[in-house]
């Protein structure tokens, strides 16, 4: 029977996804079968799973530190923000509805249900599940019918690892008052605490580990130094764009607009890790650069709002200024519907039915729909041969001239469009720079001098060992196993 246990953080962005990801790999590396879940995930950067659905995208990488492929069973409720208050509510890897947040709080109970019989499905065959909670564990507010928290915890009577980040600072504070806010019913879950992304020499926190121990009267697993590698890792959480990035002052100059609703921008990750790129996130309220030798417009999860949003800073002005003077420019899913002539939603599936002119830098159009389309796609670059793999995850068909110039073959369709003049491309395949052979050829069109030693998918591989290994180092695994619990039945 497989064991669980729960992670929960004193606040967003605190390192969940990593840990979790880290005691994935760890124990699959101890000859384990390890499978992560989430119940619930707030997300616009989402994968494709082996079984035609869509989950949280910190979920597919956990599947990939346990050497598994993800399923629709390891993340059954995913919201995707549409709106300032709303958001697609995805089950079981199928969008099922958009609801406003209150809507969504009131329905919500009416997936845990749904949440534990998936739970039980990776269990029935796993040794270890872990389990990631969400956001800020201590939000009473959102108590009353909670599925992603200490709601689904007591529904399965699982213990809790409390994780708290150092780099914020307050830590002790943080998991302390964390138990101190919550009900007495939810605090006798926690088992223990973990402290992340310590900095120095960790014998300076034994005086603090030791005042958690006592006032909590559960151990303290840690503190866990900081692993710079992670942030290499594929983000999940758009809070990831607000950290400061290392840009590079020379090399191929790529520029991206950072979109309200952004979506899957771990599209860019390949490219920010290549030496020959420098890339530039570029704020709200700043003009694009002029010296940008390639401009990609990323996916978004709401295309009309974000392309109305683009225009109100200028960045169309920009993006076709850049053209005239030679910039390629790419358009990713959502970013390649704002390349074309129009876009459509007769039936309102992002808000009000309208139709707005988009760029007009591809002669193409799009009408958006309801059903989404997902699968995972083998292809070919027409322009050099290369392959790539990807996925595509969009509501929309687009058709027009330059379609007859595909981007690429997939199985021998077509796929996406090419100018005339090449250098305005439109794709609906995500995931096409992780692509070694095909992001080196399209980089050195452009221009850039790329290594050859950037091998993108075996280094996300390795620093997942190296992570598990660090986790081996520094915590009490073994403690940590012997607080799991067997999966409760029905």
């Known amino acids: 029977m497989a064991k669980s246990i729960m992670i929960m953080g004193t606040g967003s962005d605190v390192g969940k996804s990593l840990v979790t990801a880290g005691l994935c790999r760890a124990f699959t590396n101890r000859g384990l079968k390890v499978r992560p879940f989430k119940p619930q995930n707030m997300s616009n950067n989402a994968a494709v799973t082996a079984d035609g659905g869509e989950i949280g995208r910190a979920q597919a990488l956990q599947a990939r530190a346990c ?44 997936y845990l249900p749904q949440a534990v019989a998936a739970f039980r499905e990776l269990g029935a065959d796993a040794d270890m599940v872990f389990v990631e909670g969400a956001g800020s564990a201590s939000e009473i507010n959102l108590r009353t019918a909670d599925i992603a928290n200490f709601g689904f915890a007591r529904a399965l009577n699982l213990p809790v690892m409390l994780v708290g980040d150092i780099h914020r600072g307050g830590v002790i504070a943080s998991i302390i008052g964390t138990l101190e806010v919550i009900q007495p019913e939810d605090r006798a879950l926690v088992a223990g605490s973990l402290i992340n992304r310590f900095h120095g020499d960790p014998s300076l926190f034994s005086e603090g580990k030791s005042f958690i121990e006592t ?55 390949p490219l920010r890790q290549e030496e020959g790129v420098s890339l530039h996130i570029v704020e709200a309220g700043e003009p694009l650069p002029m010296d940008a030798d390639l401009v990609i417009l990323p996916g978004s ?8 949003f683009l225009v109100e800073q200028g960045w169309d002005i920009d993006i076709k200024a850049l053209h005239r003077q030679g910039a390629t420019v790419l358009g990713i899913c959502g970013g390649y519907q704002m390349l074309g002539r129009e876009i459509a939603d007769p039936k309102g599936i992002e808000g009000a039915a309208q139709t707005v002119q988009g760029l007009g830098l591809l002669n193409v ?65 995500h995931g096409l720079f992780a692509s070694d052979e095909f992001r080196r050829q399209f980089l050195k069109n452009l221009g850039a001098k790329t290594a050859q030693n950037l091998e993108y998918e075996r280094r996300i591989d390795q620093i997942l060992d190296d992570f598990a290994a660090h986790m081996e180092n520094h915590c009490d695994l073994d403690a940590i196993a012997a607080r799991m619990k067997p999966i409760k039945g029905e």
Request: a neutral charge; aromatic letters at 6%; proline letters at 8%.
């Open 365 to 429: 159009q799009t009408v958006l729909s309801e059903q989404k389309q997902l699968r995972l796609e083998k292809a070919t670059d027409v322009a050099k041969g290369a392959p790539l793999s990807g996925y595509h995850m969009h509501m929309g068909e687009t058709a027009g001239e330059d379609r007859a110039q595909p981007f690429a073959n997939v199985e021998g369709d077509p796929e996406g469009a090419v100018s005339s003049n090449g250098r305005v491309i439109g794709t609906y395949l």
């Open 215 to 269: 006032k909590t009267g559960q151990p303290c697993w840690g503190p866990l130094p900081e692993f710079p590698e992670a942030k290499l890792l594929p983000p999940e959480d758009v809070l990831a764009l607000d950290q400061k990035q290392e840009v590079r002052a020379q090399g191929l100059k790529i520029v991206v607009p950072r979109l309200p609703r952004i979506a899957n921008f771990d599209d860019l990750d």
């Open 301 to 308: 999860k709401s295309t009309i709002s974000d392309y109305q």
């Open 67 to 110: 050497n598994t492929a993800p399923t629709t069973a390891m993340n059954p409720v995913l919201l995707k923000p549409e709106q300032e208050t709303g958001a697609q509510v995805v089950v079981r890897g199928k969008r099922v509805a958009s609801m406003t947040a209150r809507e969504y709080f009131k329905r919500r109970s009416e």
